[in-house]
T-cell receptor
């Protein structure tokens, strides 16, 4: 099983708590992406990492959201002081990286429910 | 600002017939377009893509057509099979922000026997 792995698959939290979502990309992929999908909506870009370059954070909705990628592999998306509107499926993807015909491969996602 | 739009939330088609899914976009700087398929509780799976320098790309039962002047692309599935029942997303990116895919809201396809 060499696909993108995300954990946990489901997370229920209380409003105001912090949560961490984890993503293990496909081995050898240098680029990693985070998206979220709210109910009935398309995927919304959050952030992407490419190698050692500064990440593109232009999609993060507020400063409560942050992400890091350690050692060029595993990534963690952190949401501080969660709000009910943060409830969504958070999807991670990875790709070999670089421009050109760059296909992103997605994990199954983490379903976050904020009560 | 929704730059990629899928105006049909659902589509029902009989097995063996053609499914045509449509996607419109507003950003003339998009240079690469992709279609993804998504089953419930799974992540999106890449289906087919097309570069802006082409107007057609075919892969088995799936063909994507791009009309740049109309800022429109479509996905044809021929013949449709029950296993094609899923949500289909259109996505696009610009060359200067190649990692940032912009997605449409999706079209739910149901293929009936």
């Amino acid at each position: 099983g060499a696909g993108v792995s995300q954990s946990p698959s489901n997370k229920v939290t209380e409003k105001g708590k912090d949560v961490e979502l984890r993503c293990d990309p496909i081995s050898g992929h240098t680029a990693l992406y985070w998206y979220r999908q709210s109910l009935g909506q398309g995927l919304e870009f959050l952030i992407y990492f490419q190698g050692n370059s500064a990440p593109d954070k232009s999609g993060l909705p507020s400063d409560r959201f942050s992400a890091e990628r350690t050692g060029g592999s595993v990534s963690t998306l952190t949401i501080q002081r969660t709000q009910q509107e943060d409830s969504a499926v958070y999807l991670c993807a990875s790709s070999p990286g670089g421009p050109g015909e760059n296909i992103q491969y997605f994990g199954a996602g983490t379903r976050l429910s904020v009560l | 600002d929704q730059q990629v739009k899928q105006n049909s939330p659902s589509l029902s088609v009989q097995e063996g017939r053609i499914s045509i899914l449509n996607c419109d976009y507003t950003n003339s700087m998009f240079d690469y377009f992709l279609w993804y398929k998504k089953y419930p509780a799974e992540g999106p799976t890449f289906l087919i893509s097309i570069s802006s320098i082409k107007d057609k790309n075919e892969d088995g039962r799936f063909t994507v057509f791009l009309n740049k002047s109309a800022k429109h692309l479509s996905l044809h599935i021929v013949p449709s099979q029950p296993g094609d029942s899923a949500v289909y997303f259109c996505a696009a990116r610009t060359a200067d922000s190649w990692g940032k895919l912009q997605f449409g809201a999706g079209t739910q396809v149901v293929v009936t026997p």
